[in-house]
């Protein structure tokens, strides 16, 4: 009998494995899946997932039809607290939105309605590395005259990241920022900067810049000044890294709250609650389509910049930014704040 018992173990779990594979399988076919964006057409957040659109729905099972809808709001969180307390828990819908919401319930934001850990994610298709950037008509070069002259930025909501990442660099960088809030994105401030309402954006990502701005730096009208990240970016070997100013280990940790978080910077989420294999079969199929190359012409000629990780990487780097220390997170706190 003890000889038995594996063996009949062994093939009661043989014979329930395809028949999760058939309800992931049924449950998908005929279905469409919705990528909520968290942010207006047009953004970096809107061009990623229109892109994974096209290509996602081929290789999940049951090939669903996929959607894109936006539900801009908040800076994010709107999406953010949707998917968390309102969106089905069947595995039909994941959503996309700035780091920043991840990390509001931390950073005090009494807005967020969720439990960042609760969330089921599926994927990060670009470690994210932001930047400052400037026009002419601000009368500076460079990051180190922005720290002796004040320069008007144009931000977003307060709890975005086009208006936390600028009072950031105010606070800890000692840049002279004034900054505008109530512009609704990344596209809108670009329309702002070249009517000359506002001389300079904070908090955008490399691969937004170059897709969206392209037309303004090739003629000068745009330049990057700082990047926010933990590692200097290849292709930007000549400009300043925003680490460069911190002079201490504390002064890291707090930095990491603000600018390493950034590495999630096109994260996918599913709501809590999904039942497991199409979890799986989620994250299965993202990490599948960011290896095909008929996406990664698509991707290519979106000009958008891919550094992808899996779902359960971002679950740790999640984890791991959660657990610093009280200090550093009152710091942080503080120092995304307007003064």
Partial sequence: MRLRWPLALAIALWSILPAFADEVEDFYRGRTLTIVVGHEVGTGFDVYARVLQKHLGRFMPGQPNVTVQNMQGASGMNAGNW???VAPRDGSVMATFAHTVTFDPIMGDG????EASKFNWIGNLDETTPICGISPGSGITSFEELRHKEVVFGGSGAAGPLSQTPNA???LLGAQIKLVHGYRGSFDLKLAIERGEVFG???????TARAEWRDLIEVGKFKLI???AQNRHRELPDVPLAYDYAKSDFDRQV???I????ALGRTYAAPPGVPPARVAALRKALADTVRDPVFLADAKAAQMELTPSSGEDVEKMIARFYAASPEAVAKARQAVRGP
């Fill in 83 to 85: 998917l968390y307390n």
């Fill in 111 to 114: 807005a967020a309605k969720f």
């Fill in 169 to 171: 660099v105010r606070n």
């Fill in 201 to 207: 954006i904070c908090g955008i990502g490399l691969s």
């Fill in 226 to 228: 700082i990047q926010l």
């Fill in 255 to 257: 930095f990491d709250l």
């Fill in 259 to 262: 600018f390493g978080v950034q």
